[in-house]
């Protein structure tokens, strides 16, 4: 069940990255308050569950296989969309991710680690340019490239909502991941651009921020096999006041709030965190 209900009968919802734990929860829910929802995802099998999902609560779906760095796909998976459905009204940039060789192995630089004496050890100067560019393409270049593919017919119309996917890392970068820190960085201030930019055409352009939730990409860094939680996963729980990880459903009442010009249609260029606390506390 959706926590408030949002009329968007009429509408038209493309969600990239819709076929993950969060963006298939807002899929999902855009789907329940009515609008004719396209499911985008690189991995087609992924949209599809999704889909079905929506179908068999008498939703109006499709699933699109569709790569947010191909232009050439991102305009395909749009006159599919248009063809079926109509022009955008709505659109969600929720593809993103990290990459290991953007990471790095230990929280802090130490002078030992320059003699290489560890195995495996990345440090800084072990970051490979190649991981941090595919990080900062998938999360920046896969927000912009969707927005220009998708938010044409928007123009046209005079109205439509944007909504990018940050995270709260885009405040306070974490250790170990400097790559998808910056990039998330990058995706706050690009919304901030954006809503600037479109302010005149009547596209509004807002962000959620989550703060920590466990989806299939973060899930082995944060849960032993046996259901336990690892170190790192230890941490941040003791850094966020409420002393959980958030459920996907918990982004939802955000989410439908931004894509209702009638309860949001002064809010433009904002980034909305929702993160149990985190960023309120400070350690002590």
């Not at 921020?209 to 990409?217: E, I, K, N, S, Y």
Request: aromatic share 8%; charged share 20%; proline share 5%.
């Amino acid at each position: 069940m959706i926590p408030v209900k949002t009329d968007l009968k009429g509408k038209v919802a493309v969600v990239t990255g819709g076929g993950g734990v969060l963006c298939g929860a807002f899929s999902r829910a855009l789907a329940e308050c009515g609008a004719k929802t396209a499911v985008l995802d690189l991995r087609k099998e992924a949209a599809d569950k999704v889909v079905e999902e929506i179908r068999s609560a008498g939703g109006t779906t499709m699933a699109i296989a569709s790569n947010v760095l191909e232009p050439e796909s991102l305009a395909a998976a749009e006159r599919e969309i248009h063809r079926s459905f109509g022009p955008i009204d709505i659109l969600i940039n929720g593809a993103g991710g990290n990459h290991p060789k953007g990471t790095t192995s230990r929280e802090y630089l130490f002078p030992e680690d320059l003699k290489g004496t560890a195995e495996g050890l990345i440090t800084f100067y072990d970051l490979d340019p190649k991981g941090i560019e595919f990080v900062f393409n998938l999360n920046f270049l896969g927000t912009l490239l969707p927005t220009q593919a998708f938010t044409k017919g928007m123009v046209e119309k005079g109205k439509g909502t944007i909504i990018n996917i940050s995270s709260m890392n885009a405040f306070t970068p974490l250790t170990k991941i400097p790559a998808y820190s910056g990039a998330k960085a990058a995706v706050s201030n690009f919304t901030q651009w954006l809503a600037v930019h479109f302010s005149k055409v009547g596209i509004r352009v807002n962000a959620i921020a989550p703060g920590f939730f466990l989806t299939d990409q973060n899930r082995a860094l944060l849960q032993k096999e046996d259901g336990s939680w690892t170190e790192r996963a230890d941490k941040i729980l003791g850094q966020t006041p409420m002393g959980r990880f958030g459920k996907p459903e918990e982004l939802i009442g955000t989410l439908l709030y931004l894509v209702d010009g009638n309860a949001s249609g002064f809010v433009n260029g904002t980034v909305i965190p929702v993160d149990g606390g985190f960023a309120a506390y400070s350690g002590i």
